[in-house]
Every structure is written in structure tokens, then in C-alpha cells.
């Protein structure tokens, strides 16, 4: 079974910065794919970000291009992602998601089987 922890979350002043951590076990962890996504209070769940099995490919959604940034541990099998410079509009549960790799990296949601419980980021303005 393919299980999946996230930690990290909290509550933050805007232009502040946090580091999730998800770890995953159950699985040949250098084999697949991770993404971090998040969801608001009455919105869709959306993609934050996404790596791929060595690491080599990342990639971001435009909201959070150049203040977040994703990588991995495959030593400790553990994804992390560092976010800077934080917003209000961050304010969301943060989830990881992981799925064997395919061709292309995937970043939707739909795409991923496995997911944690989540982590509350909190933004105050």
C-alpha cells in the first residue's frame, strides 16, 4: 500500500516563506512521479507543482513560478516543497500526490492515484 504524509503546514505572515515535506513509502519511490497540489475553500484542486522520478524535470504552475520550488530525496524517500515570498491567495490545503512515472510528467489530478491527507497552509495579510 502506498502511503503518503505530508508535514510542514502552517500559518505564515504574507512574505513569508515554509518548506512541505512529503514522505512516501509502500512503493519503489525513485520510480515515480510526484506532484503538489493544493485547495481552497470552494475551488477545484489545481496543481502546484511536479517532479519527476530522478528529479531532472520539474515543473510549476504559472501562479507560483520563481517563489516555490520542488525536489526530492530519494535516499530519504521524501519530496519537499519550498515556498517563498507567500501570499494570501496561497492560503489552501497542500497535498502530495505520487503515480508510477509515464512518459511526460502529469499534472493533473486525475492523473494521480495516490495521495496524502493534506497540510494546512495559512497566509495572513
Known amino acids: 500500500q502506498v502511503l503518503l504524509v505530508e508535514s510542514g503546514g502552517g500559518l505564515v505572515p504574507a512574505g513569508g516563506s515554509l518548506r512541505l515535506s512529503c514522505t512516501v513509502s509502500?512503493?519503489?519511490?525513485?520510480?515515480?512521479?510526484v506532484g503538489w497540489f493544493r485547495q481552497a475553500p470552494g475551488n477545484e484542486r489545481e496543481v502546484v507543482a511536479a517532479?519527476?522520478?530522478?528529479?531532472?524535470?520539474?515543473k510549476y504552475s504559472d501562479s507560483v513560478k520563481g517563489r516555490f520550488t520542488i525536489s526530492r530525496d530519494n535516499a530519504k524517500n521524501t519530496v519537499y516543497l519550498q515556498m517563498a515570498s507567500l501570499k494570501p491567495e496561497d492560503t489552501a490545503e497542500y497535498y502530495c500526490a505520487a503515480q508510477a512515472s509515464y512518459y511526460y510528467l502529469r499534472l493533473a489530478a486525475n492523473e494521480y492515484n495516490y495521495w496524502g491527507q493534506g497540510t494546512r497552509v495559512t497566509v495572513s495579510s
Open positions: 517532479i519527476s522520478r530522478s528529479g531532472m524535470i520539474t
Open positions: 509502500g512503493c519503489s519511490f525513485s520510480s515515480y512521479d
